[in-house]
């Protein structure tokens, strides 16, 4: 297994529908998807357990409420794959996202890429530049 998706979902189940289903059509097959509820007071847990039902590749893990970055270690708990990646409930990805990734990775510890943010009525493209000597050292963070 190449990539493990790790979804935290608090209170998501307005939105998560979407990520779950753009993490399903991907291309590229090889992975596993782990969605950590971190503890919802909402349906989250209602609408995630029939989109991923029959799915192998999706594990979803419910847990009391103890912060995302709780939820995100939980997740690396359960992960197999080679490379990790950490996708919010709210977000979405392009159906080849992990294709592209997976033809970028090959020998390297740390991928970086940039994204787009979306609101109502945009869209704009962010280049991340940062310093990944920094990031390594613990000095520093992608956004």
């Not at 007071?41 to 995302?68: K, Y």
């Not at 950490?86 to 020998?107: M, R």
Request: glycine share 6%; proline share 2%.
């Amino acid at each position: 297994m190449t990539f493990s998706v790790i979804i935290p979902a608090y209170n998501a189940s307005r939105y998560i529908e979407r990520c779950i289903e753009s993490v399903k059509t991907q291309v590229f097959t090889d992975f596993e998807c782990i969605i950590v509820n971190d503890g919802s007071t909402d349906s989250t847990l209602e609408v995630c357990r029939p989109l991923i039902a029959n799915d192998s590749r999706f594990i979803l893990i419910d847990s009391e409420n103890e912060g995302v970055s709780s939820a995100r270690n939980k997740g690396l708990e359960r992960a197999l794959g080679e490379y990790v990646l950490f996708v919010d409930a709210d977000d979405w990805v392009e159906p080849s996202w992990l294709q592209e990734l997976s033809l970028q990775c090959h020998g390297v510890d740390i991928v970086q890429f940039d994204f787009f943010e979306a609101g109502i009525d945009t869209k704009k493209e962010l280049h991340i530049d940062s310093n990944v000597d920094m990031i390594v050292q613990g000095e520093g963070a992608v956004v």
